[in-house]
């Protein structure tokens, strides 16, 4: 099975035709959105552990699912004790941007959960998007919907890659901040009519 990389999970929730761009086609340009989280993500892509008061904090922790077919990274994973002995898991991912809820971000950092919970064999009820600009934290509940959303996303983008078939565009304002626009051409491509006039003024032919 061919691993599905756990940025592809943000990217198909974010416009699945950027997702098929990407994966499928091979093609990525950076914008100034995609360099700012490009450099925010380098500076925690550094693996460590620290000790903290009662919590373990492992830096750039390589996450995996071989029953899904995942693989990726965390930013962070906090290990919280329990009295027991036993650690509860809190994985942490680095955004740019201020506080703000995206649900393709709350969907990426539930996949992190999936992996983390068949790597390590214990429930992950919660995480973290840490905001740059803000410098605040958003807790994320992993709840039967958010975690429903995430297999289906992953199902979508097992199929999209089975298939080889990039996802039509959706045209809309998200398009304006995506790195790929001038290659997808969304107007253009959604429009079948636009392209056989393209056809006929430039090339003389339909
Ligand atoms: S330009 Fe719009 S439709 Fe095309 S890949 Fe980007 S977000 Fe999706």
């Not at 983390?116 to 410098?135: Q, R, T």
């Amino acid at each position: 099975m061919e691993p599905i990389l756990l940025s592809a999970i943000n990217q198909y929730f974010f416009c699945p035709r950027r997702c098929g761009l990407i994966h499928v086609d091979g093609v990525f340009v950076n914008n100034a959105y995609t360099l700012e989280g490009s450099f925010l993500h380098d500076k925690v892509d550094t693996p460590g552990v620290e000790n903290r008061a009662g919590v373990r904090i492992v830096r750039a922790l390589p996450l995996y699912s071989r029953e899904m077919g995942l693989n990726g990274k965390a930013d962070i994973v906090e290990f919280y004790k329990q009295p027991d002995g036993t650690e509860v898991p809190l994985p942490v991912d680095y955004k740019r941007g201020p506080r703000r809820k995206w649900a393709n971000d709350d969907a990426q950092l539930c996949a992190q959960a999936l992996c983390l919970e068949e790597m390590i064999g214990v429930p992950v009820p919660k995480g973290a998007i840490f905001h740059a600009a803000s410098k605040k934290r958003r807790e994320v509940l992993f709840d039967a919907v958010l975690r429903g959303a995430t297999l289906e996303t992953i199902n979508k983008i097992r199929a999209m890659l089975e298939t080889g078939k990039v996802p039509p565009p959706l045209p809309g304002p998200r398009c304006e901040g995506c790195s790929l626009k001038n290659i997808c051409m969304p107007e253009i491509v959604s429009a079948p009519g636009k392209v056989v006039n393209y056809n006929i003024n430039v090339f003389n032919r339909n």
